[in-house]
């Protein structure tokens, strides 16, 4: 069977492309990078995007915003609506919606803004590991099917969902219909740091568009892709299944849990995962 082609898209000041190419091609999907200054029709020859995480254009203005104005955005808007998934990485995630494909609901109208981390006593860039938690009501493709607690990794200084949107703020009252929200390891919401890394009110940690079939989605599934990334000590499961791959001898090779989101690009042919 022909393998899915998957573009990561690059813009000057990313640097997470790598990582990202070799997750895609971890879980069984061919992949290339499209540059910012390449023709933008060269999109059309792919099923699906991931913008990778980063400080695109050294996060100007506002983080994305640069970016967002693109030629090659303006190529992926066209792809997007044409039914093919984004996946968007902490700085991808703000490119996202800044162009508007984040909630997607009028074109080229910014509903959401991405906002400076508010939580008590620091201030700026926030790394580390968290949990996160899918959203059992939404038609996110990206998170169809994930209902367990995974940990996973956020680095970003402006990761914090904000929105005047009525229809969507009554929408994220309900965390069953959030795509993904940061939560306690036994799946409650994180309402406060450090579970909820950035002060995103209901804990929103991704945020879907054009129905659901793009993803804004904060921290970074590649940082936590393979099992060894995965911290010894960390609690849940995942923890469990580290220590059982160590005690095997496999968990060079052993999948981690943030595998599952690109993953989901290999459903648009039916393509095993490796």
Not at 114 to 127: A, D, F, L, Q, W
Not at 198 to 204: L, P
Not at 205 to 223: I, K, N, S, T
Not at 253 to 265: E, N
Request: aromatic share 8%; with cysteine.
């Amino acid at each position: 069977m022909t393998q899915l082609r998957i573009a990561v898209l690059q813009f000057p000041g990313l640097n997470c492309e790598e990582e990202t190419l070799r997750v895609l091609r971890f879980a069984g999907l061919d992949s290339a990078l499209v540059r910012w200054n390449e023709d933008p029709t060269r999109l059309r020859d792919f099923a699906g995007f991931v913008i990778p995480g980063g400080f695109s254009y050294q996060d100007r203005v506002r983080a994305g915003a640069i970016a967002s104005k693109s030629p090659l955005i303006e190529g992926l808007v066209r792809e997007a609506e044409s039914g093919k998934p984004v996946l968007g990485i902490c700085n991808g995630a703000q490119i996202l919606v800044e162009s508007g494909l984040v909630p997607g609901r009028e074109a080229g109208r910014v509903d959401v803004a991405m906002t400076r981390n508010r939580v008590p006593h620091r201030e700026g860039y926030k790394s580390g590991w968290v949990h996160v938690r899918a959203g059992r009501q939404t038609n996110c493709f990206f998170t169809e099917g994930l209902d367990e607690v995974f940990p996973i990794v956020v680095g970003h200084a402006e990761g914090r969902f904000l929105t005047q949107d009525p229809e969507l703020i009554d929408r994220l009252a309900d965390p069953d219909r959030r795509a993904a929200y940061y939560c306690h390891p036994d799946g409650r919401v994180a309402e406060d740091y450090p579970a909820n890394p950035n002060g995103s009110a209901g804990g929103v940690a991704g945020l879907e568009g054009l129905d659901g079939q793009v993803l804004a989605f904060m921290p970074h599934p590649e940082r936590a892709a393979w099992l060894w990334q995965v911290p010894e000590d960390i609690e849940g499961p995942w923890g469990e299944r580290r220590a059982a791959a160590v005690a095997r001898g496999n968990i060079a090779d052993a999948p981690g849990p943030g595998l599952a989101l690109v993953q989901a690009f290999c459903r648009l042919r039916g393509v095993g995962g490796s």
